[in-house]
């Protein structure tokens, strides 16, 4: 019988979520699929800037009617950017009537960010 001790992903500071931190551990191919999807999604000022909208709503989500007018861009066009996004696992949604409204998934911001934030203590301590 091994002795090593067993840590509970995301009960300590040495993990974050499921992805180690940048240096802390290599990705594997699968963790570094799924973080360069979510990547790609960021990469785009329309879609930073639609996470950033919904992420920083008072009551956490927001009507895609309250989005839409802050872009010179059609509404077709959002609405293919907040699908990027639901596709990458960053936000979600929910139709109300007509409506719909979207929330930010912070599991998954909270992936992101712990897997930047072991790189940037990193950084900082050296």
Not at 16 to 45: I, N, R, S, V
């Amino acid at each position: 019988m091994s002795k090593q001790e067993l840590v509970v992903l995301g009960q300590d500071d040495r993990s974050a979520g499921c992805c180690p931190g940048l240096l802390a551990a290599p990705l594997d191919e699968d963790q570094a699929a799924e973080l360069a999807k979510m990547f790609k999604a960021l990469g785009d000022p329309v879609r930073l800037r639609l996470l950033s909208m919904i992420a920083s709503r008072a009551g956490g989500e927001v009507c895609v009617c309250d989005l839409t007018p802050a872009f010179d861009l059609s509404q077709p066009t959002i609405s293919h950017h907040l699908k990027l996004l639901r596709q990458a696992g960053l936000i979600d949604c929910e139709r109300r009537g007509t409506w719909v409204y979207y929330w930010v998934l912070p599991g998954t911001l909270g992936r992101l960010s712990g897997f930047l934030s072991t790189a940037q203590k990193t950084e900082t301590t050296a």
